[in-house]
Structures are given as structure tokens and as C-alpha cells.
């Protein structure tokens, strides 16, 4: 089974901060990205393997795949950071029985009827239902851009308890 170092919602998937922060600070030398669209896009996953540091493995994967390959126990023991496109997403995976004890929420761009909570953290009211699903099932929701800057609870920036 993989032992998942780091859970991170971020709607970039892989990018400068990933690469240059994030694979370091956790020391992942596998990325999971678990994303249906990224998954059927031929394009999309070649852009994510040019962008993935040489010597790291990455997988593109479906969400309900990405499921059964981090619990597989036959698939090797390494270091997974695991990337979602959005709350759904990783609601999903938690469903399908990946459990994390925290999920990282990075990046969840502007949109239409989205409201801003951090400088890069928009959410809708249906966002922050399915997190709060996510907290019910005793995940912790920390808020952080890079490892360097200070956490923030989710619910603490939302307004919510």
C-alpha cells in the first residue's frame, strides 16, 4: 500500500510550487494526481509528466483508481503526494476508503458565485458543504500555499465552526 506523505486540493494540479516546495518539504518521490479529466486527456497528462522533476514517479489516475492503487498492498511502499483537482474529488477518494487525517487546500481558483476566504481559496456554498463532510469524517482542513507559511484552519477562515 502507498503511504500517502501529503493530500493537497489545488485546481493547478502540478506546478511551480509543487515542484519546488512541496516534493521536497514532504519528500514524495511519487505524485498521484487523482483527476477524471486529467485522466482521459492525453494532452494534459503529457504537460503534467513534463512538469513532474526527473526521478519522481507520477501516476494520472481517475479518482476511483487512484483509490485502489493507494490501497492496493501489493503496490510498492513510497512517499505519494497526492494532488486533486477540487473538493469533489477528494470527498470522493474518501468515500472510496483513502482516508487522510489532513488535506491541504491549496489553490481553488475564482469562479463565478465563489467567494474569496484566502488569497487563493474561493469557495461556493456547495464547496464548503462538501468539506464539511470531509471535517465530519475527522479530516482536518489546514489552509496553506507553501510549507514555509503558517497553516490555517479552513473553518477558522470560513467563518464557521
Known amino acids: 500500500m502507498e503511504q500517502i506523505a501529503h493530500v493537497r486540493i489545488d485546481d493547478r494540479l502540478i506546478h511551480g510550487q509543487i515542484v519546488h516546495a512541496w516534493i521536497t518539504s514532504v519528500g514524495a518521490n511519487t505524485i498521484v494526481v487523482a483527476d477524471d479529466a486529467a485522466a482521459k486527456d492525453d494532452l494534459r ?22 483509490a485502489r492503487f493507494l490501497l492496493d498492498p501489493e503496490t510498492d511502499t513510497t512517499k505519494v503526494l497526492l494532488i486533486l483537482r477540487d473538493v469533489e474529488g477528494a470527498l470522493a477518494l474518501v468515500e472510496a476508503g483513502v482516508v487522510p487525517e489532513e488535506i491541504n487546500v491549496g489553490n481553488v481558483s475564482a469562479a463565478p458565485g465563489k467567494t474569496q476566504y484566502f488569497k487563493s481559496v474561493f469557495l461556493d456554498e456547495k464547496d464548503i458543504e462538501h468539506f464539511e463532510q470531509l471535517r465530519d469524517r475527522g479530516i482536518s482542513l489546514e489552509v496553506q500555499v507553501v510549507p514555509t507559511e503558517r497553516k490555517e484552519e479552513l473553518f477558522h477562515l470560513i467563518g464557521r465552526k
Open 45 to 66: 497528462k503529457s504537460l503534467l509528466r513534463m512538469a513532474t522533476p526527473k526521478g519522481v514517479r507520477l501516476k494520472v489516475l481517475p479518482v476511483a483508481k487512484a
